[in-house]
């Protein structure tokens, strides 16, 4: 079952690269009593990924504090090495983005965002897609339906859609 607008978020252990190495992170506590941003994107290191989604979301970081989001969160099927130096490569950890790692692809499989284009080489990825969550409540839900286009999932579309 893929996720809609209005769904709760399943909790979902994630990870990040901390001081000492991988480190659990809970989703489920991210998104109690808080708004959050989630976006997903096809892999670390791909082209749309790293030259569009991410990039919009550094360029209206603080236009969504402005609109109260306590924080905003790039979730992708890879591992936490990878997103760490992805998030230092792009300038998202600097600019305070939130890299979390689906490392096992439970989180994306469980919202029914997960897809494999074998061509390509991304086996049991996440689609591109961003959101609004509201204490774990999904309220705007923007999909794109080509892993290669970042237009409503973009920053800048999720804002105006808010």
């Not at 509201?134 to 290669?148: A, Q």
């Not at 286009?149 to 800048?156: K, M, R, V, Y």
Request: with cysteine.
């Amino acid at each position: 079952m893929t996720v809609t607008v209005g769904d709760v978020l399943p909790g979902a252990t994630l990870l990040v690269l901390g001081d000492n190495g991988p480190e659990a992170v809970s989703l489920g506590a991210k998104m109690k009593g808080r708004k959050v941003v989630i976006f997903a994107v096809p892999g670390a290191y791909t082209g749309v990924c790293t030259t569009a989604h991410v990039p919009s979301f550094i360029r209206t970081k603080d236009k969504f504090a402005e609109k109260g989001v306590d924080e905003i969160i790039c979730i992708s099927v890879n591992d936490p090495f990878v997103m760490k130096a992805w998030g230092d490569s792009t300038g998202a950890n600097a600019a305070g983005i939130s890299m979390l790692a689906d490392a096992e692809s439970a989180f994306t499989t469980a919202i029914g965002m997960d897809f494999s284009a074998p061509p390509a080489g991304l086996i049991n990825r996440s689609a591109r897609y961003a959101m609004l969550v509201e204490d774990g409540v999904v309220k705007i839900l923007h999909r794109e339906e080509s892993p290669g286009t970042c237009e409503i999932s973009a920053g800048e579309g999720l804002l105006a859609a808010m």
